[in-house]
T-cell receptor
């Protein structure tokens, strides 16, 4: 396992459709994060998991968004009834839990969503 | 409310010279600061970090300086190389959640 992987890399969908993205973190990393990045901006935090527990959700995450991490391994991010404003790069990151020290997060290549 | 700001959208330097990227923050509760580099079509790659109790951290050509009184940090790259051309993000976190709060990014171009 060489890093965080995300699938698909690109997704084009029509407004109103549902989409689901997958993230496979680095093995044994128990923290997993989702971020969203729009053009000209830095990534914005959406939600994070420690093992299978979803511990925090951003207010950016409307009711149309849901994330899961069954069994504390891979994670999925689903967007229901997509809107054009959902068009963005969706980034996944993972990190090990350490006792003290910085939680370096390792990012995947992202999934670029285009809603037409 | 932009808690982490990178006020320079772009920076151009000559190969071999020093690149200085700046970042300001507003939240004095941040525990760590990190710099990430991002190439097109790739996710951000971790570069270097600094704890809020330090004022300097060095790793090879990269040095990060933290001025807590000014709520300012900077990344120095010496010497700059064309391969350093990328978007650089400053990020901050509080220890409990580990979630990162990013600045808007600065595009660095290193000219040969």
């Amino acid at each position: 396992d060489t890093g965080v992987s995300q699938d698909p890399r690109h997704k084009i969908t029509k407004r109103g459709q549902n989409v689901t993205f997958r993230c496979d973190p680095i093995s044994e990393h128990n923290r997993l994060y989702w971020y969203r990045q729009t053009l000209g901006q830095g990534p914005e935090f959406l939600t994070y998991f420690q093992n299978e527990a979803q511990l925090e959700k951003s207010r950016l995450l409307s009711d149309r968004f849901s994330a899961e991490r069954p069994k504390g391994s891979f994670s999925t991010l689903e967007i229901q009834r997509t809107e054009q404003g959902d068009s963005a790069m969706y980034l996944c990151a993972s990190s090990p839990r350490t006792s003290g020290g910085v939680y370096e997060q390792y990012f995947g290549p992202g999934t670029r969503l285009t809603v037409t | 409310d932009q808690q982490v700001k990178q006020n320079s959208p772009s920076l151009s330097v000559q190969e071999g010279r020093i690149s200085i990227l700046n970042c300001d923050y507003t939240n004095s509760m941040f525990d760590y600061f990190l710099w990430y580099k991002k190439y097109p079509a790739e996710g951000p790659t971790f570069l270097i970090s600094i704890s809020s109790i330090k004022d300097k951290n060095e790793d090879g050509r990269f040095t990060v300086f933290l001025n807590k009184s000014a709520k300012h940090l900077s990344l120095h790259i010496v010497p700059s190389q064309p391969g350093d051309s990328a978007v650089y993000f400053c990020a901050a976190l509080t220890g409990n959640t580990g979630k990162l709060i990013f600045g808007q990014g600065t595009t660095l171009q290193v000219k040969p």
